[in-house]
């Protein structure tokens, strides 16, 4: 009697149940009873209630070892630390100050202010509270009666305002104890709070003759020295920051290890622009500060669908940048940088574009683009020189006229015409060199419940000066716009790209200009 095949894809009950049925029909052909209250189907039942939560948990498991399928979190978290990968934590936001003076004040009298390391601003945000800046740079004296400074428009003012004091947004935590070393290698201590900025993170050990400061190992490498004093950062799945002891274990000792670092908001700290308005150190002479762009490049803790796509670049890159992936990689691991182009204009020298992290297209702020330097200066060749510049925007305008169906509210449907063109733009759907075509604005404009009619009368670059009309109607010996009939001048008046789509620049990203959207009597 020959044994049937086994097909492997029978996992679940209905098609065990089927497959020992067929069996048992072979090896047992006189059982013929299939009532359910027989003993033997009351056994074939439990087998394949068995077997398809067996089978469901072998699917789990194997889904589990691959990146692509995998849905836990804390697998996910180990897996990619296989190739040296660390899910990014939320970073902190980023801007530049405007600081203004008054020079007739009494402490500013020999014309010299003082900002000193770690000076502390705050903006007032109505949903999230107060968020507060720290200046990281060296202390900093400002001559108020140099070049270093503006004056005020009013020639009569004694205001002066000094531009560009680069800022991040981070809550400073006094070094607190963390545990006991036992001297045992490899030993684990967790940060108490989650949203830590990693680069802030200061660990101390107390040796026996005072606390000794600790480095964080380089790109998560440790030195082959068993004696360097070197920890490492790693992130589990619960987002938790926590600290692990390399070559060199703590001595044993109670409470003996402690840290210091800062803790950061993530996306919430985008302050808009104007939001930051006060500073809580004291700074002599200074009557205003404000920020003049929004605050931008804070994210929150890196999801698994972007620890997937950034891990396997990243890994490629070995930590060093020598291609223009490798710089791509490397810039997108930060955390900080939403979008990035990468240039070479010659062998030595690399212009890396970026787009700081948020939920628009902001200007990129020094203190961003001292961060990545910095970041990029144990990576970069040694003779290479590295430049970071902000994304430039490509304003597009828009102009639609729709036909509204009468059953609906006019006003609720031009409200969701623009929602579904703004959308077309937002940051998170476009890209460096990305391009606009008409009949997605036709196609999106059109889709919204109420619309039955649309006419894009205005798809143009707005940074680009509008054409001649007249002039072009005068080289081609046709009558002025006015004595044209009203179908050609309407179509000669709309101000639509002729071929119905916008190109922009490798370094440009498309951005909402000035968006018209109104109704039309069909």
């Known amino acids: 009697m020959s044994v049937p ?50 089978a469901y948990y072998q699917d789990r498991i194997a889904s589990e070892l691959f990146p692509e399928t995998a849905t836990e979190r804390a697998g996910l978290v180990d897996l990619l630390r296989l190739v040296g990968y660390e899910f990014t934590t ?96 490899s030993q ?45 950062l790693v992130v589990d799945a619960s987002d938790t920051p926590r600290i692990v002891f390399t070559n060199r274990p703590p001595p044993a000792g109670r409470d003996n290890v402690r840290a210091g670092y800062r803790v950061c908001l993530g996306a919430r700290g985008n302050v ?51 291609t223009a992936d490798d710089y791509a990689a490397l810039t997108r691991a930060t955390g900080s940088v939403a979008k990035v182009r990468v240039a070479s204009p010659s062998s030595n020298r690399v212009n890396v574009y970026v787009a700081p992290a948020g939920d628009r297209l902001t200007p990129l702020s020094e203190s961003l683009r001292n961060h990545l330097l910095t970041y990029f200066e144990d990576k970069r060749p040694l003779c290479t020189t590295v430049d970071i510049v902000g994304a430039h925007p490509a304003p597009i305008d828009i102009g639609c006229a729709v036909v509204i169906d009468e059953r609906f509210a006019a006003t609720t449907v031009l409200g969701n015409v623009r929602t579904a063109i703004a959308g077309l733009l937002a940051f998170d759907r476009v890209d460096f060199a990305a391009t606009l075509y008409l009949s997605d604005v036709y196609a999106v404009a059109e889709s919204v419940p109420g619309v039955l009619g649309a006419t894009v009368d205005r798809f143009h670059r707005s940074d680009r000066a509008d054409p001649d ?23 000669v008046a709309a101000d639509v790209e002729v071929t119905s789509r916008i190109d922009v620049g490798q370094y440009e990203i498309p951005v909402l200009g000035v968006l018209d959207v109104r109704s039309r009597v069909r």
């Open 272 to 322: 808009a622009a104007g939001g930051i308005t006060e500073a809580i150190t004291p700074i002599a002479g200074l009557v205003a500060v404000s920020n003049p762009d929004p605050a931008a490049g804070g994210s929150d803790a890196e999801s698994p669908d972007s620890a997937i796509r950034n891990a396997a670049s990243t890994f490629r890159s070995m930590q060093r940048a020598v």
């Open 188 to 232: 684990i201590f967790a940060l108490p709070d989650p949203q830590v900025d990693l680069d802030s993170v200061d660990v101390e050990v107390n040796e026996g003759a005072g606390w000794v400061r600790w480095f964080r190992s380089a790109a998560a490498a440790p030195q082959d020295d068993p004696l360097a004093r070197e920890f490492r």
């Open 5 to 54: 095949a086994i097909d492997y894809t029978d996992k679940d009950f209905a098609s065990l149940r089927a497959a020992m049925l067929r069996l048992a029909a072979q090896r047992l052909p006189e059982w013929t009873d299939r009532s359910p209250s027989d003993l033997i189907m009351v056994l074939i039942d439990l087998f394949a209630y068995c077997g398809d939560i067996v």
């Open 90 to 185: 939320a970073t902190p936001a980023r801007t530049d100050l405007r600081l203004t003076f008054d020079t007739s004040d009494a402490a500013v009298a020999d014309r010299r202010v003082t900002i000193t390391q770690n000076s502390r601003f705050r903006a007032e945000v109505p949903v999230h509270g107060p968020v507060e800046f720290i200046y990281r740079g060296a202390d900093l004296t400002i001559n108020l009666a140099s070049d270093e400074v503006e004056r005020d428009a009013d020639p009569a003012s004694t205001l002066v305002h000094y531009d560009v004091l680069p800022v991040e947004q981070g809550v400073a935590v006094a070094p607190m104890p963390l545990g006991s070393g036992t001297g045992e290698p």
């Open 469 to 491: 009309i007249e002039a072009k109607l005068a080289r081609s010996g046709l009558p002025p716009l006015a004595q044209l009939p009203d179908f050609i001048r309407s179509a």
